[in-house]
């Protein structure tokens, strides 16, 4: 007789699926010149948030026991956290503005940047970790997600600057 997946496995295979997938079915409103972050990453952030305090939950009610779950969980929770400050930032907090003259760039790990498109010597895209670093002669780098509405539109007003991408 055929075994089928337990109900979890499949609910895991479809949040993959749908965070793989998130940048064409989650497109956003586009607008020319503006780099938005997409909401749904900070809705991401707020679940891993309740996530961990659902674990923390659980640990205050004795429902994990023994010295060698403690540590786990303590690890999961510092995991979860991070996680979850890092989504919500990532999708609340990022956002930028870009013309023919400059680009300026805001995240709240390095703060704003603002450069000319005339300082820019290099542009590298990291598949790995789904960013373009846009790097300048004063040896400023800008970070911009993949993620963020308006990306694709930014490759290309790169593209007609003339600058090529790695």
Request: with cysteine.
């Amino acid at each position: 007789m055929l075994e089928f997946m337990p109900i979890e496995n499949w609910i895991i295979m479809l949040a993959v699926i749908l965070i793989s997938l998130y940048p064409t079915i989650f497109k956003g409103k586009v607008e020319v010149g503006k780099l938005k972050p997409r909401k749904l990453l900070a809705l991401f952030g707020v679940l891993t948030a309740g996530f961990a305090l659902l674990i923390l939950y659980g640990y205050f009610t004795g429902r994990f026991d023994g010295e060698e779950s403690a540590a786990w969980l303590i690890i999961l929770e510092i995991c979860l956290v991070g996680g979850a400050i890092a989504l919500f930032g990532e999708g609340y907090l990022v956002k930028g503005k870009y013309n023919d003259q400059y680009i300026e760039f805001y995240t709240p790990w390095s703060g704003l940047k603002k450069e000319k498109w005339s300082n820019l010597t290099k542009v590298n895209h990291r598949v790995l970790n789904a960013y373009y670093a846009l790097r300048f002669d004063n040896g400023t780098t800008i970070r911009v997600s993949d993620t963020l509405v308006g990306a694709p539109e930014l490759v290309e007003h790169i593209d007609a600057l003339g600058i090529n991408i790695d």
